[in-house]
Nanobody
Framework: QLQLVESGGGLVQPGGSLRLSCAASGFTLDYYTIGWFRQAPGKERERVSCMSSISGSTDYLDSVKGRFTVSRDNAKNTVYLQMNNLKPEDTAVYYC????????????????WGKGTLVTVSS
């Protein structure tokens, strides 16, 4: 079965850190562009980061630049989102998604979506 599974969410205080994982099964991420998205209550889903597995290029939402870093472990077929200096406005359900394309484009037209993991930033 082809799927993405996120993990690593939880409750963290402002200024804290979390690392989200996105494990792929049933397919390899080698030729995929991978995105992290988030959706806060009452808001539209937004793209947080985008990474091309082929070029290694990355792109980030302006509000997370310098705080979030996406990386990949080829051996584990897993992508990570390291989130530092978290803020209350980062509270959301975080989703990973993958699309088989070369271009560094992460939009709603992704081939596979995970079910999400909740991140809550609160004191």
């Amino acid at each position: 079965q082809l799927q993405l599974v996120e993990s690593g969410g939880g409750l963290v205080q402002p200024g804290g850190s979390l690392r989200l994982s996105c494990a792929a099964s049933g397919f390899t991420l080698d030729y995929y562009t991978i995105g992290w998205f988030r959706q806060a209550p009452g808001k539209e889903r937004e793209r947080v980061s985008c990474m091309s597995s082929i070029s290694g290029s990355t792109d980030y939402l302006d509000s997370v630049k310098g705080r979030f870093t996406v990386s990949r472990d080829n051996a584990k077929n897993t992508v990570y989102l390291q989130m530092n200096n978290l803020k209350p406005e980062d509270t959301a359900v975080y989703y990973c998604a993958a699309v088989r394309r070369v271009a560094l484009i992460c939009d709603y037209n992704m081939d596979y979506w995970g079910k999400g993991t909740l991140v809550t930033v609160s004191s």
